[in-house]
């Protein structure tokens, strides 16, 4: 059981200290076209209440307090979930999604080139993943985004987390790893009630907006850091823009400063940024502390 | 404060250890579906039980009604997929997923249908089947299946399950959608503990199903839904 445990902790520790992994020029020079398959395994947005973090004291009774009470509060927040699921029932996040990697993928100057995209509803099971990722010793390259969609608890903000990888030649390990996250206010929520029916007037046009967007943001970010890392430094450098910055991010229902964030570049009303980890961002570019 | 140094890592070396129990949330055994039998677990225990897994003992149990028939004259099932659960890791708030893992689910149909059937606890007298007419304190009930999904929320398994139901009664139609919530300690992230979850959404929807049922039933008109509407009500 502690070996278990080590071995745990230690794969863990490599995954924060490797999330992400640029490609090497090596590897780069072999990319050609990339089949892409886009995990979005969620049916409706997952609202969960946040854990008080008493657990971070060590021990199983803190956590079991954690656990108690964060059960709490999902349960305080049930009203307010069986208010907005429904409304939200016919939103599609998959096809939404597609929208957005259909576009790219007709658009010529995109510099990924996508054989194939496909939507999936849920992460391949272990055997099919490997054998996917070994039938890349002939080309093409494959690339998986694991994608999650968030509406903060008090609705004011649109959030979506994506890791992807990308294998080549048949290699176990990926050859290219990185996190993207987009953020969005969602515009007209001054209040929780104002914030409901922003979503879901018009068949949530606002959202399947947002949704949209974000693929095409994270798509972008992506292929922008496989085509040349170096390549979205430089143009922020060309224009001019202040290489390091800060901003906020909210998390559940908190606004936290992020800062050493080196800018890689403006979209619209948008800024691109990445952290020290290297974690790409796409904010509002309000969202400035 | 985003930056993870040797320390944070070290940090996070620790609660990964401690998370262990959570890291196994995601331990599912996606490779065959999983089994979506009903079962009334929270009921058949105490009401100190029932209230640990997150039901209200006066809901579990509660008679709502006497010489009442539901006739259940079909179910749907129109999620938009099969899979009724997925666990994701990650590191950190701030962190993208790390891990991924989906389960699919077999029979939403069979698994509604036991639902239905238990609410002979609160006093109906259910039946599956078609009726021509219902007579007083009948109803004849048609449910789909829309949404059933649970997943992992820090030491917690979260779950939605809606149901939308057309009534017939002598009075007329009623449409209703219900929106239930289950909520439980994850303890080890295993395909029935989704399940468990999974019954208890089912429950939290059922039960607002069976109040209204009993209330056409006895012949009366079904209150406002909970909604955007009552919020506005409620604002002003």
């Known amino acids: 059981m502690m070996r278990w445990l080590l071995a745990l902790s230690a794969l863990l520790l490599g995954a924060c200290a490797q999330m992400h992994r640029p490609l090497a020029p090596e590897s780069r020079a072999r990319l050609g076209d990339v089949d892409l398959q886009v995990v979005v395994a969620q049916e409706n947005f997952q609202f969960s209440a946040q854990a008080p973090g008493v657990a971070a004291a060590g021990g199983l009774i803190p956590a079991l307090i954690d ?8 349960k305080e927040m049930a009203g307010q979930i069986k208010a907005i ?25 995109f510099p990924l080139k996508l054989r194939s995209a496909r939507m999936v509803p849920a992460a391949l099971p272990q055997r099919e993943h490997a054998a996917r990722i070994a039938a890349t010793s002939t080309p093409p390259a494959y690339m998986a985004l694991w994608m999650q969609y968030e509406l903060s608890p008090d609705l004011s903000v649109f959030t979506t987390r994506t890791t992807a990888q990308l294998w080549q030649d ?40 947002l949704m949209q967007e974000s693929m095409r943001e994270t798509l972008q970010l992506v292929a922008f850091d496989l085509a ?22 909210k998390m559940l229902d908190a606004w936290a400063p992020m800062r050493d964030l080196t800018v890689l570049g403006t979209s619209g009303a ?3 940024l990445r952290t020290a980890d290297g974690l790409m961002l796409s904010l509002d570019l309000e969202a400035r502390p | 404060m985003t930056h993870l140094s040797p320390l944070r890592c070290s940090h996070t070396l620790l609660m990964a250890a401690l998370c262990a129990v959570s890291f196994s949330s995601w331990a599912l055994s996606p490779e065959e579906p999983l089994a979506m039998r009903y079962e009334q677990a929270a009921l058949s225990q105490s009401p100190s039980a029932a209230q640990q897994q997150g039901v209200s003992p006066r809901s579990a149990s509660e008679r709502l009604t006497s010489n009442c028939t539901l006739h259940v004259t079909r179910i749907d099932d129109r999620r938009a997929s099969p899979y009724v659960a997925n666990a994701t890791f990650s590191l950190s708030m701030l962190g993208t997923p790390l891990g991924m893992q989906s389960l699919r689910g077999d029979d939403g149909r069979g698994w509604a ?26 109803a004849a009930l048609e449910v789909t299946l ?37 909520t439980r300690t994850n303890w080890s992230g295993s395909n029935s503990e989704y399940l468990t979850v999974l019954n208890l959404g089912l429950d939290d929807a059922l039960a607002d199903l069976a109040r209204d049922a009993a209330m056409l039933c006895a012949g009366q008109p079904l209150p ?11 604002a002003k």
Request: zero cysteines; a positive charge; glycine letters at 10%.
């Open chain 1, 85 to 109: 699921v429904g409304a939200l029932l016919d939103i599609d996040f998959r096809k939404e999604a597609a929208v957005s990697v259909d576009e790219l993928q007709r658009d010529g100057a």
């Open chain 1, 270 to 272: 948008r800024q691109r």
């Open chain 1, 170 to 209: 048949g290699a176990t390990e990926p050859s290219y790893r990185s996190g993207v996250l987009y953020q969005a206010r969602i515009k007209g929520a001054s209040d929780r009630l104002a914030a409901m029916r922003a979503i879901t007037e018009s068949q949530g046009a606002l959202l399947r907006g």
């Open chain 2, 224 to 234: 406002p839904q909970p909604g955007l509407d009552a919020l506005s009500a409620a």
């Open chain 2, 113 to 138: 249908a036991g639902g239905l059937n238990a609410l002979s606890r609160h006093g109906f007298r259910v039946q599956t089947g078609d009726v021509a007419t219902p007579a007083p304190r009948q």
């Open chain 2, 146 to 182: 829309r949404l059933a999904h649970a997943w992992n929320a820090g030491y917690s398994l979260v779950s939605n399950v809606v149901l939308q139901a057309r009534y017939t009664t002598q009075g007329g139609d009623a449409q209703r959608q219900y929106n239930g919530v289950g």
């Open chain 1, 67 to 74: 656990a108690s009470i964060q059960q709490s509060r999902q």
């Open chain 1, 228 to 249: 040349a890392p170096a390549a979205t430094a430089s143009s922020a450098a060309a224009s001019g823009t202040p290489q390091k910055t800060t901003a906020k991010l």
